[in-house]
């Protein structure tokens, strides 16, 4: 397939001339906000058959806890050949535009996912990205004041020096405090009142965002977030008939990723076209349509769809059902 093809089939997010805090993709359905509930396991039979006849097709990623299981050290949370290859496989096909929208910087997704030419990466959920096929990060932040930084530098300073096992990870825009090391109870109660501290000063008086994570609490400018990522990427398939994706998957499995889903929720898109998956138990309340129970369903799921032939004219085992394309 020709670059010509590529490009009208993978479109260039940076086409879309979007500002932080300008809705790239507006509700013109007025669709009232839902409200998180529990919902049902992944139907993959449908998934496989909106998948096989679609030829346009958008995969968007989180990374902790999604495709790698959440472990005590984050540094140690690495993806395995078998997920690289897994990823590298469903971004090779032209057809599909796969992307990582992850809370991680720049130089660990360079490290761990920026030799797969074809994939799209955003790290600290929206502050910047990298197209596929190019080495540059944009900032979407880059304009906005970053001058909050050091008053949550100094409360989580403090809340540092009391939580033994507790640490700072400095990003270029967010910062987290991870406890993740800390004893779980204690971490856990100092987390609360140090969102709550957060809250009621920072947030106050700044732009932003306290996010509460898994053994995290992070701060981050309120204007950009992962479901900002997803409009845009959404968007910048254009308006026009026959334009939009024809299937979208969008797994994640935190607070975080719940902004993907509601973004998904209100776009002119039908929804039978997309697959929002929460990773966790089936008791989890979400925005998402679907759950899987952990990162390995994920991954067993993307190579169902990229062993499925995806040409609309090929058979599959699906759950030990055979499905015809449609």
């Known amino acids: 397939m020709d670059s010509q093809t590529h490009a009208a089939v993978r479109p260039s997010i940076t086409d879309v001339l979007v500002t932080p805090g300008i809705d790239p993709l507006p509700n013109t359905n007025n669709v009232p906000p839902e409200q998180p509930v529990t919902r049902p396991p992944l139907d993959k039979s449908l998934m496989v058959a909106q998948y096989r006849q679609a030829k346009k097709r958008l995969f968007m990623f989180d990374y902790d806890g ?44 360079n490290k761990w996912m920026g030799d797969i030419s074809e994939l799209g990466l955003s790290a600290e959920h929206g502050c910047f990205i990298r197209e596929p096929g190019n080495e540059e990060w944009e900032n979407l932040t880059a304009k906005l004041d970053m001058s909050w930084q050091n008053d949550v530098m100094e409360i989580f300073q403090s809340y540092t020096e009391r939580t033994e096992g507790s640490q700072i990870e400095r990003k270029k825009v967010a910062l987290t405090w991870h406890y993740r090391r800390a004893d779980p109870e204690y971490g856990a109660a100092q987390a609360r009142e140090c969102q709550s501290h957060l809250e009621n000063t920072v947030a106050k008086k700044w ?10 609490v992070e701060v981050r400018p309120k204007l950009v977030n992962k479901g900002f990522i997803a409009k845009r990427l959404v968007k910048a398939y254009g308006d026009g008939p026959g334009q939009a994706p024809e299937f979208i998957l969008c797994s994640g499995d935190d607070s975080t990723d719940e902004d993907m889903f ?13 697959f929002s998956v929460t990773v966790g138990a089936s008791s989890k309340l979400t925005l998402a349509g679907w759950y899987l129970s952990e990162p390995a369903d994920v991954i067993e799921c993307i190579s ?18 055979v499905v015809d394309a449609v």
């Open 207 to 216: 732009e932003v965002e306290v996010m509460s994570g898994k053994a995290n």
């Open 304 to 321: 169902l769809l990229t062993n499925s032939g995806g040409d609309g004219g090929t058979e599959g085992n699906v759950d030990g059902k």
């Open 66 to 109: 999604t495709l790698t299981p959440i472990v005590r050290d984050p540094a140690a949370a690495i993806p395995t050949d078998s997920v690289i290859q897994t990823i590298k496989s469903l971004a090779s096909d032209p057809r599909n535009a796969v992307w990582i929208i992850s809370g991680r910087d720049q130089d660990f997704l």
């Open 262 to 274: 509601r973004a998904l929720r209100v776009t002119n898109l039908p929804q039978k076209h997309i």
